[in-house]
């Protein structure tokens, strides 16, 4: 059985502004527009303007998602992902882009999605200072500790196949 939605109060900030938008029921992110075009040449990223601003309920916070299908056509990524919109937040949501592809500009219209707004349940913590953490399996392993390391430069880990997400060390 799915669950009521959670009431969200919105702002347009920029009149016209379609509102976030669910592409399909139970999608989990809701689109976000730009209101400004802009043209990114390779490598350059820009601060987009949204047009809304929105009022969280206490213990949620929002998370700006990238959005696949400009990742995967145009390499569109967005430099923070995903970027926190905390609920005491009042101000314009803006969506931080980079374009990755190295040799391709593009564009973005106005009214172009550009990412998705997935709103969350966080909790919030309190911090008890100890000097000696309780044990665990993992310990302080971390960092590639399991092995299957993407290649660098061309380079793999001693066997010269470039490969990412295999486990070399377990073959
Ligand atoms: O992609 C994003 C990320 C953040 N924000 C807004 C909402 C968030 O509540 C505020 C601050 O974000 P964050 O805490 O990530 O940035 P900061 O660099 O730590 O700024 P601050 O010192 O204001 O917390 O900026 C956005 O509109 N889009
Ligand atoms: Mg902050």
Redesign the pocket.
């Known amino acids: 059985m799915s669950r009521e939605p959670v009431d969200v109060l919105i702002r347009r900030v920029d009149p016209s502004v379609p509102l976030p938008a669910y592409g399909h029921p139970g999608d989990a992110g809701a689109d976000l527009v730009t209101t400004e075009a802009a043209e990114l040449a390779p490598g350059e990223r820009a601060v987009l303007p949204?047009g809304v601003s929105i009022a969280l309920p206490d213990g949620y916070?929002?998370f700006?998602h990238p959005r696949s299908g400009l990742a995967a056509r145009c390499g569109v990524a967005?430099v923070?992902?995903?970027?926190?919109?905390?609920a005491?937040?009042r101000?314009?949501?803006?969506?931080?882009v980079v374009n990755l592809d190295p040799r391709e500009s593009v564009r973005f219209e106005r009214f172009d999605r550009v990412?998705q707004l997935i709103v969350q349940q966080v909790e919030k913590v309190r911090f008890h200072e100890v000097t000696q953490l309780p044990g665990s399996v993992r310990a302080d392993g971390g960092f590639g500790s399991t092995g299957g390391h993407a290649a660098v430069g061309g380079q793999s880990g001693g066997n010269g196949y470039a490969s990412v997400g295999a486990d070399r060390e377990g073959q």
């Open positions: 949204t916070a929002a700006v967005l923070n992902a995903p970027g926190t919109v905390d005491g937040y101000g314009e949501i803006k969506v931080i990412a």
